[in-house]
């Protein structure tokens, strides 16, 4: 009795290693075979200043907020060639389906990625990544995760463009990144305790290797994001001198905390409608599946991501006063209204209401992508019978990331590919 569980503990580890070992060689292939040659040759012809075809008269938006009032602009125009730098596990998938909506408004032109649903991903971003990339094309929006490479991004979009993207408190964002990515980072296998985020964060330089395969989901996966090298010591000057640069390309900086706010001053600066700002929380997690992160470990967890934590402090700072410029009254009305909007929508498109599990979703165009081995991203289920004025917009607010890129014609075949595997393995 005595031996056999030993022996049938060291069975099952091995099978646990021998399958991520197949694991992690089948997603270097899938990469390997997917990404697209480096072009580095390619003829250098300089993109137009503004892509903009110039939305017609009924999509431009006549102005009601004091700023522009000020300035004696009764009516602007909407601002149409963004460049969103889409950051992991900070909602912006919630945000990717606004611009969905919104590209599809005033019929613009995407720069998305072939075969995958990133720029792939972590290699820094490459022109030549870009679906029917020619030099000299003109491209209104660039959405899809990237690790962010900023003279090629440049080479892509024109000079008008509004560079806009989105932080989250990095403790908030390390729990959530170690449950989305813990298994496919094979640094944190050797993890055994039944709290593993906990034992990672009490000493995370006994299981971290800079050079590991997927080691950056683990540590300031925020400025790795952007293209920098997130092991540099947070006292390092590049360090500075990186956020410094980002302040500099980016005109607004969101914060996941103060989501609606964050909307609120994206339209005022891009001319929008509220209209424009409305949406349902995709991609988000059951709370059952949430670590609460105690006090101690929020620390550990800040400490460890200090250079995200320096990032997010900058831009927090950055960000309240772009809102007390705005108004703090005049920012409170407008989020009560965006949220009255939301909730009129919620109870027009949702059924019940409110997310569901995910094996309560009916339509498997509504399933949501799972993070590996497990079911924890919930959904919704479309309302039957919704009205005919507002059916299409329902649907487009409740459509996940990856079904949505299929309807707009982006090729998938390499994560279809992956999530049949998945499905296969029981993964």
Excluded at 84 to 96: D, G, N, P, R, Y
Excluded at 265 to 276: A, H, Q
Excluded at 371 to 400: Q, W
């Amino acid at each position: 009795m005595m031996v056999g569980k030993p022996v049938r503990q060291w069975r099952s580890i091995c099978k646990g290693l021998i399958l991520g070992a197949l694991l992690t060689t089948c997603m270097i292939l899938l990469y390997c075979l997917s990404a697209p040659e480096v072009q580095y040759g390619l003829q250098e012809v300089p993109v137009p200043y503004s892509c903009a075809h110039r939305p017609s008269a009924a999509h431009s938006s006549t102005i009601s907020n004091d700023s522009h009032h000020a300035s004696g602009q009764g009516i602007c125009t909407p601002k149409v060639d963004i460049m969103f730098m889409k950051t992991h596990k900070t909602a912006s998938s919630t945000f990717l389906n606004i611009l969905f909506r919104f590209g599809e408004k005033h019929h613009l032109k995407f720069a998305f990625p072939n075969s995958r649903n990133d720029f792939f991903y972590p290699s820094p971003f490459h022109r030549s990544q870009v679906k029917d990339y020619r030099p000299g094309m003109c491209f209104n929006i660039i959405c899809n995760h990237m690790r962010f490479n900023t003279a090629e991004v440049a080479k892509v979009l024109p000079a008008d463009t509004s560079y806009i993207t989105i932080l989250r408190d990095p403790a908030d964002l390390a729990e959530s990144s170690f449950h989305y990515f813990g298994r496919v980072v094979p640094l944190t296998w050797k993890l055994s305790g039944d709290d593993k985020l906990r034992e990672f964060l009490t000493d995370p330089k006994l299981y971290y290797d800079p050079e590991g395969f997927n080691s950056f989901y683990l540590k300031n996966l925020l400025f790795f994001d952007f293209g920098q090298d997130n092991n540099l010591h947070p006292d390092d000057p590049k360090v500075d001198e990186a956020i410094r640069a980002i302040a500099k390309r980016f005109q607004l900086v969101m914060l996941v905390e103060y989501f609606e706010e964050s909307l609120i001053l994206l339209k005022d600066s891009l001319c929008w409608d509220m209209e424009d700002l409305l949406f349902f929380k995709l991609n988000a997690r059951k709370g059952s599946t949430i670590s609460k992160l105690t006090p101690e470990l929020r620390a550990k967890a800040l400490e460890w991501n200090a250079i995200d934590w320096k990032l997010y402090q900058y831009f927090n700072a950055t960000f309240w006063r772009k809102v007390d410029a705005y108004g703090r009254e005049r920012m409170a009305r407008d989020v009560t209204e965006l949220q009255r909007r939301n909730a009129e929508m919620a109870s027009i498109c949702i059924e019940g209401g409110h997310a569901v599990d995910a094996g309560s979703i009916v339509e498997t165009s509504m399933q949501p992508w799972q993070p590996f081995g497990e079911k924890s991203i919930m959904g919704y289920n479309l309302k039957k019978n919704v009205d005919k004025a507002h059916r299409k917009l329902c649907r487009k607010m409740l459509t996940p990331e990856l079904q949505y890129l299929t309807d707009m014609g982006v090729n998938l075949w390499i994560t279809r590919l992956w999530g049949h595997i998945r499905e296969i393995l029981h993964w």
